[in-house]
């Protein structure tokens, strides 16, 4: 009886270990596959990135003529209203 005790023991080890590296293997292919989806979208990112650097600049100059068209507009609108009224 001792003995089948023994060897059911250690069968019962022998199971949860090839469980857990059952499960170990599987846990590794899916941060594989996430590391694979991830440099995909690091190089998305990155040709985002890069397509989209020149807007900037761009930005900066719309906004400066924005700004001179906002200074303006307070004396083009005087201008309207006095000859508004003087009509």
């Given at each position: 009886?001792r003995n ?9 080890v022998v ?73």
């Amino acid at each position: 009886m001792r003995n089948l005790l023994i060897t059911l023991s250690v069968v019962e080890v022998v199971l949860v270990v090839l469980v857990l590296v059952y499960y170990l293997i599987q846990i590794s292919k899916s941060l594989h596959e996430t590391s694979r989806h991830l440099a995909k979208i690091t190089f998305g990112v990155r040709a985002v990135e890069t397509q989209c650097s020149t807007i900037g600049p761009s930005v900066v100059r719309i906004n400066e003529q924005l700004a001179t068209i906002a200074g303006a507009v307070g004396g083009v609108a005087d201008k309207a209203e006095a000859i508004a009224d003087s009509a």
